[in-house]
């Protein structure tokens, strides 16, 4: 196929637009290094493409700016901003302000205030549960040895006062 039909078949178009399967698209790049005239029928191409936005650019309706601000400073994780125009009524605000102070990333764990005394809570419990099976299960160990103790006892003194005949 010759470079004039491969252009007008509409391969530069769909390349740049990015509508080119990924086969068409990578025989594209290739001839792309080897041909001049690709390459200047793309550039044309990205050329005229940007000229047909910018004349059909459509402007945004009046006040989005402020309320596109005013839903970013709803948000919870960002501080509202204030406008540093630099005027003699405004010296005394920092322009350091107006950004979001960034935190070192650290490898502790951070907890909200509130769980806090849950967490406490549940570690003393533990604890104390702790406490408890250890205690009973030597009290268990203690019991178990109590009565091996009792009915060998109860054996020697079985085998001792046979009934007489």
């Not at 039909?5 to 530069?12: E, F, K, M, N, Q």
């Not at 948000?75 to 350091?96: F, I, N, Q």
């Not at 490898?107 to 604890?127: E, G, Q, T």
């Not at 160990?141 to 005949?165: D, F, N, W």
């Amino acid at each position: 196929m010759s470079i004039e039909a491969y252009l007008t078949s509409g391969i530069v178009e769909s390349y740049a637009l990015g509508l080119a399967s990924p086969d068409e698209a990578a025989q594209f790049e290739r001839l792309l290094l080897s041909h001049l005239e690709l390459r200047e029928a793309l550039s044309d191409f990205e050329g005229r493409l940007e000229f047909f936005a910018f004349q059909h650019e459509v402007p945004p309706p009046p006040g989005i700016r402020e309320k596109i601000e005013e839903r970013i400073r709803e948000l919870p994780a960002v501080k509202p901003t204030y406008k540093w125009k630099g005027g003699s009524d405004e010296k005394h605000k920092d322009p350091a302000s107006e950004y979001i102070p960034i935190r070192d990333i650290s490898p502790d764990i951070r907890v909200h205030k509130h769980w806090r005394p849950a967490f406490i809570v549940l570690f003393i419990l533990s604890k104390i549960f702790l406490i408890l099976f250890l205690y009973y299960y030597f009290q268990n160990r203690y019991a178990q040895k109590e009565i091996l103790l009792l009915e060998r006892q109860i054996k020697v003194a079985g085998s001792t006062a046979e009934p007489a005949k």
